[in-house]
């Protein structure tokens, strides 16, 4: 299950490539596990590693500290390419929480949101205001639906009704179908028998 998602506060890290695609969320040769667990050690694997597995001393993702840097900044058109699951996971698992960018791609949208994994599309002026300032905490407030920075007035967002829900719930749509259980054995048990 999901951790719940109410209310981040961290600092960002910034990744202002545009079009980052999930082979270098993820490369497709760590995607043979259906297990999430450890695909943050391959998080922007061929980024931040040699050819030699040597971990690369520039390599921004390999100076931070994931446990303060929750927030991805990412450049346009976000996640782009394959519809593999395995990029949310990998995010989650390195230590993110959300990404903030002007564009992601739908079908990432869709995976990070049913993985408890929240991404924000904002404008550019947002966007550059927040890439100005990476030392400064940013707060993402999911039941409010905004993002703070600061003494700068707050920036709403949207996020799908549904999904929003599970997120602050913690659970996942079979979670979320679990939860009903309780009607729909009311309503199994009352409903008029098929007639054939």
Request: aromatic letters at 10%.
């Amino acid at each position: 299950m999901p951790e719940a998602f109410k209310v981040l506060t961290s600092k960002t890290l910034t990744l202002s490539q545009a079009n980052i695609d999930t082979d270098q969320i993820i490369p497709a040769r760590f995607l043979t596990t259906t297990s999430r667990e450890g695909l943050g050690a391959h998080a922007f694997h061929d980024w931040r590693y040699e050819a030699d597995g040597s971990a690369k001393p520039e390599a921004v993702l390999n100076r931070i500290d994931p446990t303060e840097q929750r927030i991805l900044l990412a450049g346009p058109n976000f996640a782009c390419g394959s519809s593999r699951e395995h990029a949310p996971w990998a995010l989650l698992d390195y230590g993110f929480r959300a990404v903030i960018s002007t564009e992601i791609a739908d079908i990432f949208t869709s995976n990070a949101l049913k993985n408890g994994f929240l991404p924000i599309v904002v404008d550019q002026a947002t966007w550059d205001d927040l890439a100005a300032h990476p030392e400064q905490p940013v707060t993402i407030d999911l039941e409010a639906g905004e993002i703070r920075r600061g003494n700068v007035a707050p920036v709403p967002f949207k996020v799908e009704a549904f999904a929003r829900q599970c997120l602050l719930d913690g659970v996942d749509t079979l979670g979320w179908l679990q939860s009903k259980l309780p009607y729909i054995q009311t309503y199994e048990r009352f409903r008029e028998p098929e007639t054939i």
